[in-house]
């Protein structure tokens, strides 16, 4: 009965590979998200979408590139994965946008060598 | 943009005491203030929140004061038990965005 699911919970791979973190919502949400927390534990917003539309990007380098084919989905591929990249990656969502609150998925811990 | 402090970045507690984690932020447009838990390997889960008209709010052992005026915010934790150790992090609501601040690790010491 997962809420928010991610997958591969780990990814492991080469400086330069293309990659794809995939999250499901199964809450009937409207919003979703993409944050990175790096090895700090600092969560800092990458992307939201409402209803598919993408409403926040947040300066990220355009090798992050967010797809929601429908909104229970929103899927992020990252281009020429370089080391700054290693992070854990968490999908979330919201019923709605703005001052509501988001429900987190456990992460995706991408690691690059 | 919006920025939050927090502090502290840790804290341990005795078993049975409280504890009290501090957030400030900048924005005065910021309306909703949710405070997040997360345990190792997991997400974070909301374990309250509160809106900017409201003064104050509580949960069983867990309670969310506001000061809008000085634009703080604080959580309370009473009779603290081992489930509650993990890192705890306060965010502010602006823009269509919640901005966190940098997070504390609660230890709750047996």
């Known amino acids: 009965d997962t809420a928010v699911s991610q997958t591969p919970k780990y990814l492991v791979t080469q400086m330069g590979n293309d990659k794809s973190i995939k999250c499901e919502q199964n809450?009937?949400?409207?919003?979703m998200y993409w944050y990175k927390q790096d090895s700090k534990k600092f969560l800092k917003i990458m992307f939201s979408?409402?209803?598919?539309?993408?409403?926040i990007n947040e300066t990220v380098p355009n090798r992050f590139s967010p797809k929601s084919p429908d909104k229970a989905h929103l899927n992020l591929h990252i281009n020429s994965l370089e080391l700054g990249d290693s992070a854990v990656y968490f999908c979330?969502?919201?019923?709605?946008?703005?001052?509501?609150?988001?429900?987190f998925g456990d992460g995706t811990r991408l690691s690059i060598l | 943009g919006e920025n939050v402090e927090q502090h502290p970045s840790t804290l341990s507690v005795q078993e049975g005491d409280s504890a009290v984690i501090k957030c400030t932020y900048s924005?005065?447009?910021?309306?909703?203030f949710p405070w997040y838990k997360q345990e190792l390997g997991k997400g974070p889960q909301l374990i309250i929140d509160?809106?900017?008209?409201?003064g104050e709010k509580k949960d069983q052992r867990i309670a969310v004061t506001l000061n809008k005026t000085a634009k703080h915010f604080s959580l309370h934790i009473t009779e603290t038990q081992p489930e509650d150790s993990a890192v705890y992090f306060c965010?502010?609501?602006?823009?269509?965005?919640?901005?966190f601040g940098t997070g504390t690790r609660l230890t709750i010491i047996p």
């Open positions: 979330a969502s919201s019923q709605g946008t703005g001052a509501q609150p988001q429900h």
């Open positions: 809450l009937g949400h409207d919003t």
């Open positions: 979408y409402n209803n598919k539309e993408l409403i």
């Open positions: 924005d005065s447009a910021s309306n909703y």
């Open positions: 509160i809106r900017s008209n409201v």
């Open positions: 965010a502010a609501s602006w823009n269509e965005k919640l901005t």
